[in-house]
T-cell receptor
Framework: GNSVTQMEGPVTLSEEAFLTINCTYT??????LFWYVQYPGEGLQLLLK?????DKGSNKGFEATYRKETTSFHLEKGSVQVSDSAVYFC???????????FGTGTSLTVIP | GAVVSQHPSRVICKSGTSVKIECRSL??????MFWYRQFPKQSLMLMAT?????????EQGVEKDKFLINHASLTLSTLTVTSAHPEDSSFYIC????????????FGSGTQLSVL
């Protein structure tokens, strides 16, 4: 079946620390991969995406590379800020249809 | 960017009552909206796909008579949890697809339902 597994949180980091949130997936076909972020009190927002193998999505200093060989899409940021505190969701979308499959979400807290 | 408004953000109700959750696309028309549910420490799971002017498509294992979905206009979809029970307590979140922006799915802020 199709599924997304991401590292469990919560994750607490000091400001300017390096962030990695692991995400692996299982899917039929060639899915598109996404990272969504949910800030407190708000809806999920698209952070970045990649649509094919070896693509790198990037936004706001965050990056993730679509690795088909390891079925992974790990989220990284070199220097986190307090404003990055949020819940991060990894997701995939199959080539056909509108259905997304989400991970459990990882809560990140960045302390000054 | 596009905004999806979901209301209420939190609701507490007694067992046996019904609860309605609204999902509105504020600045775009959405022929398709989606309803998800998330239990603690579990993934967001798609419950149903709501299509404007037609019946919703439910995922396997989701009771359509319990979770009534109405998508009467291009900007509003509602989810009604009928005869709610404590096991229905969960985080419900809607999303809407902006047809004018490919791969763009916009989410509401979610509704935390607690059934006593």
């Amino acid at each position: 079946g199709n599924s997304v597994t991401q590292m469990e949180g919560p994750v607490t980091l000091s400001e300017e620390a390096f962030l990695t949130i692991n995400c692996t997936y299982t899917a039929t076909g060639y899915p598109s991969l996404f990272w969504y972020v949910q800030y407190p009190g708000e809806g999920l927002q698209l952070l970045l995406k990649a649509t094919k193998a070896d693509d790198k999505g990037s936004n706001k200093g965050f990056e993730a590379t679509y690795r088909k060989e390891t079925t992974s899409f790990h989220l990284e940021k070199g220097s986190v800020q307090v404003s990055d505190s949020a819940v991060y969701f990894c997701a995939l979308r199959l080539p056909t249809g509108n259905q997304f499959y989400f991970g459990t979400g990882t809560s990140l807290t960045v302390i000054p | 960017g596009a905004v999806v408004s979901q209301h209420p953000s939190r609701v507490i109700c007694k067992s046996g009552t019904s609860v309605k959750i609204e999902c509105r696309s504020l600045d775009f028309q959405a022929t398709t909206m989606f309803w998800y549910r998330q239990f603690p420490k579990q993934s967001l799971m798609l419950m149903a796909t709501s299509n404007e002017g037609s019946k919703a498509t439910y995922e396997q294992g989701v009771e359509k008579d319990k979770f009534l979905i109405n998508h009467a206009s291009l900007t509003l979809s509602t989810l009604t949890v009928t005869s709610a029970h404590p096991e229905d307590s969960s985080f419900y979140i809607c999303s809407a697809r902006d047809e004018g922006a490919s791969e763009k799915l916009f989410f509401g802020s979610g509704t935390q339902l607690s059934v006593l």
